[in-house]
């Protein structure tokens, strides 16, 4: 069966720091996998997606991941943080029928000045 | 209007009221989902809708009672509940649910705050 882990519910960095969220997977079959961002109040909005294409995928805001299949990883990253970057991450995988999505528990980024 | 779109925004109700949550899709899809997003929990998939037939129930207990009339409109019908179905319950729409190769990005709206006292 397909399941994510976020490591860290809770990670907190400076402006222009780096930002490095955690995510592995576990899937009996090849992943699909997705980064989500959630700002308060909002419904969650595709930051990008891996698709067994190029292992690093370069999504939205300046975020990117890489698909280590070596670590069952999908760590999200982005060099330098913004104020508006803070918000609620979640990673997810497409479940093996292809039907839907399993997230997460989710990790809040905090930014500060 | 755009994307997807959810009403109403707040909801509170008692535990013997009935209410309906909408949710409706301007993106063409032909697939809807709802998922239920508690505090300190996982989002969790509740039921999905595939060209308006429901191909998944997740084990969602009977007092929530999808609609789903057309691939643009989503319904969950709320009776009964409970204090701890308090949560925001999100929509979601894709092009299609994928069978196969290929996946399909969820477009979510901005949920309803459910309250149940």
């Known amino acids: 069966a397909q399941s994510v882990t976020q490591l860290g519910s809770h990670v907190s960095v400076s402006e222009g720091a780096l930002v490095l969220l955690r995510c592995n997977y576990s899937?009996?079959?090849?992943?699909?996998l997705f980064w989500y961002v959630q700002y308060p109040n909002q419904g969650l909005q595709l930051l990008l997606k891996?698709?067994?294409?190029?292992?690093l995928v370069k999504g939205i805001n300046g975020f990117e991941a890489e698909f280590k299949k070596s670590e069952t990883s999908f760590h999200l990253t982005k060099p330098s943080a913004h104020m508006s970057d803070a918000a609620e991450y979640f990673c997810?995988?497409?479940?093996?029928?292809?039907?839907?999505?399993?997230f997460g528990k989710g990790t809040t980024l905090s930014v500060s000045s | 209007e755009t994307g997807v779109t959810q009403t109403p925004r707040h909801l509170v109700m008692g535990m013997t009221n009935k209410k309906s949550l909408k949710c409706e899709q301007h993106?063409?899809?032909?697939?809807m989902y709802w998922y239920k997003q508690s505090a300190k929990k996982p989002l969790e998939l509740m039921f999905v809708?595939?060209?308006?037939?429901?191909?998944e129930n997740n084990s969602v207990p009977s007092r929530f009672s999808p609609e789903c009339p057309n691939s643009s409109h989503l319904f969950l019908h709320l009776h009964t509940l409970q204090p701890e179905d308090s949560a925001l319950y999100l929509c979601?729409?894709?092009?299609?649910?994928?069978?196969?190769?290929?996946?399909?990005?969820?477009?979510f709206g901005p949920g309803t705050r459910l309250t149940v006292l």
């Open positions: 979601a729409s894709s092009p299609r649910t994928s069978g196969g190769a290929g996946t399909d990005t969820q477009y």
């Open positions: 899937s009996s079959v090849p992943p699909y």
């Open positions: 891996y698709t067994s294409a190029a292992t």
């Open positions: 997810a995988v497409r479940n093996q029928a292809g039907t839907a999505l399993i």
């Open positions: 993106l063409g899809h032909n697939a």
């Open positions: 809708y595939n060209f308006k037939e429901q191909t």
